[in-house]
């Protein structure tokens, strides 16, 4: 299975962007996906999940109201909306597929990482 990130760049505080993660259709449909991020000298962290459906989803408290996950099973792509971006929300971030179809905010819980897209916020 293979995840491809995309979308990430560099953009003033306040901004926005939409990263995508484009999954193997076929493979990831009945499982729940999600995206986490790695600043420098820091742990891989939770950022959002979605499950199978597209009906349930939670964020990290550091992001919540701010950043939207979605996706589209039809496409295969999985979607994360950042609005009104901070410094510190520059990281590298990857997405992920669930081992099942619940959401999960455990980095345990995933079994294929895409290889990251890097965010940086300026102040």
């Known amino acids: 299975v293979q995840l491809q990130a995309s979308g990430g760049g560099l953009v003033p505080a306040g901004g926005s962007l939409r990263l995508s993660c484009a999954t193997s259709?076929?493979?990831?449909?009945?499982?729940?996906m999600g995206w986490f991020r790695q600043a420098p000298g820091k742990e891989r962290e939770f950022v959002a999940t979605i499950n199978w459906r597209g009906a349930d989803a939670y964020y990290a408290d550091a992001v919540k109201g701010r950043f939207t996950i979605s996706r589209d099973n039809a496409k295969g792509t999985v979607y994360l909306q950042m609005n009104s971006l901070k410094p510190e929300d520059t990281a590298v971030y990857y997405c992920?597929?669930?081992?099942?179809?619940?959401?999960?905010?455990?980095?345990?819980?995933?079994?294929?990482w895409g290889q990251g897209t890097q965010v940086t916020v300026s102040s």
């Open positions: 259709r076929r493979t990831s449909s009945n499982n729940a």
């Open positions: 992920a597929q669930a081992l099942s179809s619940s959401t999960s905010d455990d980095r345990t819980r995933y079994r294929y």
